[in-house]
């Protein structure tokens, strides 16, 4: 104190203090300025990288729904059903999405042009689908297109959204070193007013009280700021563990550990709907929680209510059904939901007060993730359901011809380099259409599922069978003998004939199936060139009075074997 006398004697008057007093306001005041102006700073660059999340959602649905016509037009020249109808409809809803992604990207020059391009594309689209027909061209130009101009422009959103991402962190820090440098120069300025004030005969005992109490609050400040830093970077790493994922199961590993790392000291998990929709599943966790799998979903309050429910001791006392033991004291469940859909629940239990505060101050970002999850996990499924509807039979359960014409070319070509025999066969049910006419068309789908059994009980695991339309189908024997391959054929002929002729499946002991086979690369090298064969093969076996295989010519000239049996 003497020192700081010596240096400023002048300040002693009532004056000196009040000029003091003044500058220390008028220095508290910009430096408060400057603060606010850094947290609106990170405010905005927080919207701007909402705002690139919710453009590239967008897209990614925009996506969705050209994959969607693509695939219910191919499905309409396939089945002639009313999927045509459903590709306009997405068609359309496209159109609408692409207005919507126009407005979200106007702040955008690069983007805006994109666009419009896409906006012209999907024009396109429409009008090639309103006078699409059965006999029409699958629009894949058009869909093209659209896919290239989608993924022009989510790359350039994602490119967006790193660097969005990385300024948005360098506000975050930025804010919180100007808080901490506020803090500091409160601290000094405070510590100087402290002196003035005890140079003027202040009370000590009051005097301290106040900086103890102001530097309490500060500490509180810095400590809440550097809780709301951590919590983002936490929820920014969950948010990016759950976009890298490629199947459901990592999103459900990852969301788990996501949420263990923001609520730690919690313990809880991620349970799922079934298909029934009456069967809960418990797909991931962290700690050692009281649920289990349950049903039916009426049993948790939160599915019940369709939305968060928290249940603590003396303001809510029904608890949830889905207990193995007793149920715990503190705990939260919170519906999982994507686009209006309730796919399961996340469930989070405290075991102390305090770990149930710490979830309620976190609770935006928990609701945040929640979101993220449940659109990854239906955008996943979603994949997956349409993956398989594209290749597979409906009917049957069997590959359909669009994939017997991939895998052959694919197989022909290993058996190629492999120098293997490569065998085809083509099979068909005889006098089918008479016994549609006889027993109806549900007996007909029955019996063809029957037979498809008969094919997966008949055939090696690296083998393949296929539909190729109607009541005529295709199986595809890879690395096999010409031996093997006979015997392959008898065997499911003589399991077709000896189909069970009582209960349900009686009426299908009345069928027989003929077929026809063409080798590789005796009969040719590729795969129209084998089918051919095959078919020709089968149209003998036909003619020589069914329920047998044939052949092919070329294979049969080479003299391996008797060309009809």
Not at 281 to 294: L, N, P
Not at 370 to 376: W, Y
């Amino acid at each position: 104190m003497r020192t700081f006398k010596h240096r400023f004697p002048g300040l002693k008057s009532t004056g000196a203090m009040l000029l003091v007093v003044t500058c220390a306001i008028a220095l508290f005041t910009i430096a408060a300025d400057f603060v606010i102006y850094t947290i609106q700073s990170l405010i905005s660059e927080t919207n701007w990288v909402q705002h690139t999340q919710q453009v590239l959602g967008s897209l990614q649905r925009a996506s969705l729904l050209v994959e969607r016509v693509e695939y219910r037009t191919q499905l309409y020249l396939l089945t002639g059903d009313d999927q045509l109808n459903r590709a306009r409809m997405s068609a359309n809803s496209l159109r609408s999405l692409t207005a919507q992604i126009g407005t979200l990207v106007a702040d955008n020059p690069a983007q805006t042009s994109n666009d419009q391009n896409l906006a012209v594309q999907v024009e396109q689209l429409n009008q090639a689908l309103g006078s699409f027909n059965a006999q029409s061209h699958a629009p894949e130009k058009e869909v093209e297109a659209c896919q290239k101009t989608i993924s022009l422009m989510s790359n350039i959103e994602q490119t967006l959204l790193t660097q969005r991402t990385l300024k948005s962190q360098y506000k975050s820090f930025a804010t919180i070193a100007t808080e901490i440098a506020f803090v500091g120069l409160l601290l000094v300025t405070l510590t100087v007013l402290f002196g003035f004030l005890l140079h003027n005969a202040v009370p000590r005992g009051k005097t301290g009280k106040q900086l103890i109490l102001a530097n309490e609050n500060l500490a509180q400040t810095v400590k809440a700021l550097e809780n709301c830093a951590q919590e983002a970077a936490l929820l920014t790493a969950a948010i990016d563990e759950v976009q890298l994922c490629t199947d459901v199961r990592q999103v459900y590993d990852a969301a788990a550990n996501g949420f263990w790392r923001l609520l730690p000291g919690t313990s809880g998990c991620l349970s799922m709907i079934g298909n029934s929709r009456q069967i809960v599943e418990v797909v991931s966790s962290w700690g050692i929680t009281a649920m289990q799998d349950f049903s039916p979903p009426e049993c948790c309050c939160g599915l019940r209510a369709g939305q968060p429910r928290w249940r603590e001791p003396g303001k809510s006392e029904i608890h949830c059904e889905h207990f193995a033991d007793d149920a715990p004291e503190r705990y939260l469940c919170r519906p999982i939901i994507a686009h209006g859909n309730t796919l399961g629940v996340l469930y989070v239990q405290c075991e102390s007060d305090v770990l149930m505060q710490l979830v309620k101050q976190r609770i935006e970002s928990v609701h945040h993730l929640v979101q993220i999850t449940g659109m990854a996990i239906a955008t996943l499924s979603l994949r997956t359901k349409l993956e398989h509807q594209s290749i597979r039979d409906s009917l049957t359960g069997l590959f359909n011809r669009h994939f017997l014409e991939i895998t052959l070319e694919r197989e022909l070509s290993h058996a190629a380099r492999s120098k293997q025999i490569l065998a085809v066969f083509m099979l068909d049910v005889d006098h089918f259409k008479q016994f549609n006419d006889t027993y109806g068309h549900s007996a007909g789908d029955a019996a063809l599922r029957e037979i498809a059994n008969v094919f997966h009980a008949n055939i090696r695991r690296q083998d393949m069978a296929y539909r190729y339309g109607g009541e005529e189908f295709a199986i595809l024997l890879t690395d096999v003998t010409v031996k093997a391959a006979r015997e392959r054929a008898e065997q499911i002929l003589q399991a077709v004939a000896i189909l069970p002729s009582t209960g349900q499946t009686q009426k299908c002991s009345n069928l027989t199936i003929s077929i026809g086979i063409a080798f590789y690369p005796n009969d040719g090298e590729t795969a129209e060139q084998l089918l051919r064969r095959a078919d020709e093969a089968l149209y003998r076996s036909k003619r020589q009075g069914r329920n047998r295989y044939s052949i092919s010519q070329v294979e049969a000239m080479a003299g391996q074997f008797e060309p009809i049996l």
